[in-house]
């Protein structure tokens, strides 16, 4: 009876060590999430004027995927030295109209 209880305290206390090492886990990845939110953000302030940078968060709402790809490439255009200027919301324009396909209209013929 001594020995099942000990066991049981035993197997409880590996759980809890187990779920507090996760929790840890879990903090540490949210908090380096958040620092590369951050880094993002300050390269995008770099490399957008607040035009283009309003105009991203509006795509971000209606097309992740494409203001993700975008971010990115500015991103890596930033770090890599070879933006000069900041990107104005016309220049935005024109990349966007370049990355996304232009809608095909469909009609439909009757015989």
Known sequence: MDEELEDLKKKKLRELQEQTALEENLEDRKQQEEEFEKQKKLLLIQALTPKARERLGNIKISR??????????????????????????????????????????????RK
């Open 64 to 109: 992740p995927q494409v203001a993700e790809h975008i971010e990115q490439q500015l991103i890596m255009l930033v770090q890599s030295g070879r933006l000069k200027n900041k990107i104005d919301d016309q220049q935005l324009r024109n990349l966007l109209k370049k990355m996304i396909p232009k809608k095909r209209d469909i009609k439909i013929r």
